[in-house]
């Protein structure tokens, strides 16, 4: 990796719109190719002094030259971890911009003892989650899945009224685990419509449950109230198995449990359980293991939605994330405080 030549002064030092932090790229060799192929990297140019076609995948294979200039690292999937002994090898490093989510991969404690500022796109991230969990929504209601297949396998018209009496959007019961940022934006997005919203989040109060619009409720009065559940609660020892075989059990008959969240909340045998019974549906971004085995049935059950974790941010909408890091940079340079910083105690509450 090549750092470009270039000033560089200590944050400390920085006058409005004058300067250009020494910035290097740390991330994966294919979201670095997309971002490169998208042009979502050309506008951190004019807002750093930095090489957008060089990026680190690994610090102990960078001459330590050129990473002891480095003043803000710019992190994606696939960053190297943060250790100790790669901040030696940065000791002007004030900043990591994460144009991506979640900071648990790479950012560590040393990080926060070094007093290095950090900030991460997951608000960016968290719109087209919560885009995604909106469709997912009014299609199982609507039980869209299912009419489509009917209707392949018939070849005709179905009899709509009969078969499907009971299916809709008008005031079903939605409930929404997790008052994230995801949960909020998907709170904001049900807002206009015809439904009931049930909220479970231990941090949030009556008070604020009705400034969201919604019914704040415990977890088992969710599951067994809900016609579709959205699972946005944060990866904890505390959440693993959130929704266990009991728990699911509660679940109506016909519901639909969504997880767009991390696989580890659901017990995922015991979910495939259910499924296979036939007595609920699911949509699901993320499993536990992250692939399911080439035998698991949730690959060609009727009743379930299967996709590769591809509610978050995907192909242009990386740009997006990018954008907004890169605003992250303007500020840092401007010697403004960054509008999505990140301290280490919101690690425990976020994905």
């Keep these: 990796m090549l750092v470009p030549e270039g000033t560089l002064l200590n944050s400390s030092d920085r006058s409005a719109g004058s300067l250009r932090p020494r910035t290097a790229l740390a991330m994966g060799c294919e979201v670095h190719s997309s971002l490169i192929a998208e042009g979502a990297l050309d506008p951190l140019?004019?807002?750093?002094?930095?090489?957008?076609?060089?990026?680190?995948?690994?610090?102990?294979?960078?001459?330590?030259?050129?990473?002891?200039?480095?003043?803000?690292?710019?992190?994606?999937?696939?960053?190297?971890?943060?250790?100790?002994?790669?901040?030696?090898?940065?000791?002007?490093?004030?900043?990591?911009?994460?144009?991506?989510?979640?900071?648990?991969?790479?950012?560590?404690?040393?990080v926060w003892k070094r007093g290095i500022a950090v900030s991460s796109a997951a608000a960016a991230n968290a719109l087209p989650v919560a885009e995604f969990t909106l469709a997912a929504i009014l299609f199982a209601n609507k039980r869209v899945l299912d009419i489509a297949r009917a209707y392949a396998h018939s070849r005709e018209q179905p009899a709509l009224l009969p078969y499907f009496t009971g299916y809709g959007n008008y005031h079903r019961t939605v409930g929404i685990v997790g008052a994230s940022r995801i949960g909020r934006r998907v709170l904001e997005l049900l807002r206009p419509l015809d439904l009931d919203v049930l909220l479970h989040d231990p941090y949030v109060d009556r008070d604020e449950a009705r400034a969201l619009g919604v019914e704040l409720v415990d977890l088992d009065t969710?599951?067994?109230?809900?016609?579709?559940?959205?699972?946005?609660?944060?990866?904890?020892?505390?959440?693993?198995?959130?929704?266990?075989?009991?728990?699911?059990?509660?679940?109506?008959?016909?519901?639909?449990?969504?997880?767009?969240?991390?696989?580890?909340?659901?017990?995922?045998?015991?979910?495939?359980?259910?499924?296979?019974?036939?007595?609920?549906?699911?949509?699901?971004?993320?499993?536990?293991?992250?692939?399911?085995?080439?035998?698991s049935p949730l690959y060609s059950l009727p009743n379930v939605l299967l996709t590769p974790h591809i509610a978050g941010s995907l192909g242009n909408e990386l740009g997006r994330m990018t954008h907004w890091a890169v605003d992250e940079v303007r500020r840092y340079?401007?010697?403004?405080?960054?509008?999505?910083?990140?301290?280490?105690?919101?690690?425990?509450?976020s994905a």
Excluded at 237 to 262: C, Q, S, V
């Design 45 to 110: 140019q004019s807002v750093a002094t930095v090489d957008i076609s060089a990026h680190i995948t690994d610090f102990a294979a960078v001459e330590p030259a050129q990473l002891a200039a480095v003043e803000v690292l710019f992190t994606h999937w696939g960053a190297p971890m943060l250790t100790e002994e790669a901040l030696r090898r940065m000791p002007r490093l004030r900043a990591v911009v994460h144009a991506a989510g979640s900071i648990k991969h790479h950012v560590t404690e040393s």
């Design 222 to 295: 969710l599951a067994g109230g809900s016609h579709v559940v959205s699972i946005h609660a944060p990866q904890l020892p505390e959440t693993r198995h959130m929704f266990d075989k009991r728990r699911l059990a509660l679940l109506r008959d016909g519901a639909t449990l969504i997880n767009t969240a991390r696989g580890s909340l659901v017990d995922t045998d015991a979910l495939t359980e259910r499924l296979v019974s036939g007595r609920i549906h699911a949509v699901l971004d993320v499993t536990e293991p992250d692939v399911p085995p080439a035998t």
């Design 333 to 349: 340079a401007r010697g403004l405080p960054f509008a999505y910083g990140v301290g280490p105690d919101e690690l425990t509450r």
